[in-house]
């Protein structure tokens, strides 16, 4: 369960966030959708304790990120890029974080097996392609076996075959209960994946609810996303 | 507690930048032992080398590189770049997500950075004074346990100095040039002492004191309270460095 309560944020003196909430469910895919700049990732890196909100609280399980105890075996994360050093090799970038939480080396085999990194785990990540990386970063967020994930942007620079794998990994997930938000700009990916949508436009959530409901009397998600941002497809974002 | 820890070695010990400063630093002292022995030799018998008893205590100082840079590399690293297909990309962004409390996060930094400089300079200290006794043992007695023992903990200091000022500046670029050239080429510190008596309680002055004297300085601080003066400047540095990674967005 993740509550994202009346979060705003300025960066600098931009405000990026305005009075941002909603809610992703366990059981449930929840797509967190809109254009680039849009504050996805400012959001994301929010409820991670990556960054401070000016005001709001963003919990994990009904806790602030930064009070949970080994938090990889309650949330995997997934953000920008892969997070391992680039002279580092898949498996010592693995190896560190698997320790950091107490957790065995054996998993560490484990979800480079599940990501299909197994015969790339002794290449440095600085020579990872971004679709490796993407593995490696979501290998990572495996290592604890978390029921909620976060993941921002999860199928950018995957391949065909990694885009349908990562969703079905997505459906799976929901379907074993686990909480998955996920965030992306892909509008006919997200309702492929997506059993609730939110909705955010400059810094504020225009709408949240099942994805049905928020392509409503509109053809496609698409353009029920234009219609609601009030952007125009092809336009000047 | 222990865990991170374990996950700051692990993360440590496996940067090349630190192995190479790890075995350069170990490595760098008794080399130059071995290359000044010749000089250090004819010195010693004509009585002309300046204060013998410290020989193997001076020579100790090049060493010190090592430890500079394994005190930068634990925090640059967190910072660098870790790819061109996303810039913005960083380690930190994996070590905070694993670890998000900040101070058990410095917490378990500064323990490893201590246990892997303090084993470098107990492993340097021994070789150096080894070699320092096999070539001039005749001339130059061994120091006493507890300036060794002093000189170990200037290095930790060091690396640890070296460490909040990359707290503070998130790059290594800044602390590295200005530590290494400081440390090597040309030492700002000592030329400030020509101009004022205050310098000499710059950090790396009044930390050499520790466990070296030089003679015809206008201050010279006792050992314990050089070792006092260094240590208050390492925690100044750390507590500001830790205030800016608790309240900076990673």
């Not at chain 1, 967020?141 to 997505?170: K, Q």
């Not at chain 2, 700051?8 to 010990?13: A, H, I, T, V, Y």
């Not at chain 2, 000499?200 to 309270?225: K, N």
Request: contains cysteine.
């Amino acid at each position: 369960m993740i509550t994202i309560d009346h979060v705003s944020k300025i960066k600098g003196k931009t405000p990026i966030l305005y009075d941002v909430s909603f809610e992703a469910r366990p059981g449930r895919v929840t797509g967190f959708l809109g254009p680039n700049g849009a504050g996805k990732t400012s959001t994301l890196r929010i409820l991670l304790g990556l960054d401070r909100p000016q005001t709001g609280t963003a919990l994990v399980c009904g806790r602030p990120y930064r009070k949970i105890d080994r938090p990889l075996t309650t949330v995997g994360a997934l953000l920008d890029g892969s997070g391992a050093h680039r002279a580092r090799t898949a498996r010592a970038h693995l190896r560190w974080v698997a320790a950091s939480n107490g957790l065995p080396g054996s998993r560490v085999d484990e979800v480079l097996e599940v990501v299909g990194l197994t015969s790339n785990a002794r290449k440095r990540a600085g020579r990872f392609s971004l679709g490796m990386s993407r593995r490696l970063g979501l290998a990572a967020a495996l290592l604890g076996d978390p029921a909620v994930l976060v993941l921002d942007e999860p199928v950018n620079g995957l391949d065909p075959a990694g885009i349908r794998w990562m969703r079905g990994f997505l459906r799976d997930s929901a379907a074993q209960g686990r909480t998955v938000l996920l965030s992306s700009h892909l509008m006919g990916e997200l309702a492929e994946t997506a059993d609730d949508v939110v909705v955010i436009d400059k810094g504020r959530i225009v709408l949240h609810g099942g994805l049905a409901d928020v392509i409503g009397a509109h053809r496609t998600l698409e353009d029920a996303f234009f219609a609601l941002t009030g952007t125009e497809a092809g336009g000047a974002w | 507690m222990v865990s991170p820890v374990r996950a700051e070695l692990r993360k440590l010990l496996g940067l090349p930048t630190a192995r190479v400063a790890l075995v350069l630093g170990t490595l760098l002292a008794p080399v130059v032992v071995l290359l000044n022995a010749p000089y250090n030799r004819r010195a010693l018998a004509a009585g002309t080398l300046s204060d013998p008893t410290q020989l193997g205590l001076r020579e100790l100082g090049v060493g010190l590189i090592g430890a500079l840079v394994l005190g930068v590399v634990v925090v640059s690293s967190e910072y660098t770049s870790t790819g061109d297909d996303a810039p913005g990309a960083r380690q930190l962004t994996a070590t905070l997500t694993a670890v998000p409390h900040r101070l058990r996060l410095l917490a378990a930094k500064t323990v490893a950075l201590v246990l892997v400089v303090a084993a470098q300079a107990a492993v340097t200290a021994a070789g150096t004074l080894a070699l320092t006794q096999a070539l001039h043992g005749e001339y130059v007695p061994l120091p006493a346990p507890e300036r060794v023992a002093a000189a170990i903990l200037y290095w930790v200091l060091t690396a640890l100095l070296a460490y909040a000022i990359t707290l503070i500046t998130r790059t290594g670029i800044v602390p590295l040039t200005l530590l290494i050239l400081n440390s090597t080429v040309v030492s700002v510190s000592y030329l400030l002492t020509k101009l004022t008596d205050l310098a000499a309680y710059l950090p790396d002055i009044a930390g050499a004191h520790m466990f070296l004297r030089t003679d015809g300085f206008p201050v010279e601080l006792a050992p314990v309270t050089a070792g006092l003066v260094m240590t208050a400047w390492v925690i100044t540095l750390l507590a500001v460095g830790a205030v800016l990674f608790h309240r900076r967005d990673a």
